[in-house]
Nanobody
Framework: QVQLVESGGGLVQAGGSLRLSCAAS????????MGWYRQSPGKQRDLVAT???????TYADSVKGRFTISRDNAKNTVSLQMNSLKPEDTAVYYC???????????????WGQGTQVTVSS
């Protein structure tokens, strides 16, 4: 079983910063892509940023230049540094891990439970 646990959400004023972290645990072979998605009430879950195990990064246009994703492959963790936060960044942020359970297996996506980020104006 694979578990992803997020931490670091909270309430911050516009222009402030927060850092989200996510740790993966369980029995698996390797984690390919890790990343962050977010979902606001009544909206679909959208990509924020992803990073592959080779370090290739992808960002949503709305967060480029403000958010930075990083990863520690040895610890199976991924972090999201969020600067210059805006009220429209308010959402529940979910950690994603694309996990290969064993050699030769295909990957499966696992999600964390989500952490609330609220940016006040």
């Amino acid at each position: 079983q694979v578990q992803l646990v997020e931490s670091g959400g909270g309430l911050v004023q516009a222009g402030g910063s927060l850092r989200l972290s996510c740790a993966a645990s369980g029995n698996f072979f390797v984690i390919n892509t890790m990343g962050w998605y977010r979902q606001s009430p009544g909206k679909q879950r959208d990509l924020v940023a992803t990073i592959t195990n080779s370090g290739r990064k992808t960002y949503a246009d709305s967060v480029k230049g403000r958010f930075t994703i990083s990863r520690d492959n040895a610890k199976n963790t991924v972090s999201l540094q969020m600067n210059s936060l805006k009220p429209e960044d308010t959402a529940v942020y979910y950690c994603l891990g694309s996990v290969v359970l064993g050699p030769g297996n295909d990957y499966s996506d696992y999600w964390g439970q989500g952490t609330q980020v609220t940016v006040s104006s």
